[in-house]
């Protein structure tokens, strides 16, 4: 399975960027898939997660009522939708796969890592 995100750059604070991750390999429909984000100097972080069909999601304190994690399994795509961006937001992006139905919220719990893409939030 390979991920390959895209979407990000720089933005000013309150502003909107939508991440997409494009899975190719098997099909999407197959995994559960997360975003993660790494700012400097700091670990990855756990951001949302979506379940295979997209019925459930879950997020991060931080981010909850500003991003949407979605999915088009026609399309073998996941989204996030990010709006009203922040500075602290700033980090490299990554998508991630995980094989079963168990949404997990740690980087221990994915199997597969896109090559990130990074957000810049000026302030």
């Known amino acids: 399975v390979q991920l390959q995100a895209c979407g990000g750059g720089l933005v000013q604070t309150g502003g909107s960027l939508r991440l997409s991750c494009a899975v190719s390999?098997?099909?999407?429909?197959?995994?559960?898939m997360g975003w993660f984000r790494q700012a400097p100097g700091k670990e990855r972080e756990f951001v949302a997660a979506?379940?295979?069909?997209?019925?459930?999601?879950t997020y991060e304190d931080s981010v909850k009522g500003r991003f949407t994690i979605s999915r088009d399994n026609a399309k073998n795509t996941v989204y996030l939708q990010m709006n009203s961006l922040k500075p602290e937001d700033t980090a490299v992006y990554y998508c991630?796969?995980?094989?079963?139905?168990?949404?997990?919220?740690?980087?221990?719990?994915?199997?597969?890592w896109g090559q990130g893409t990074k957000v810049t939030v000026s302030s």
């Open positions: 390999g098997r099909t999407s429909s197959s995994y559960v």
């Open positions: 991630a796969a995980k094989r079963g139905i168990i949404l997990r919220l740690t980087t221990g719990g994915y199997d597969y």
């Open positions: 979506i379940s295979s069909s997209g019925d459930i999601t």
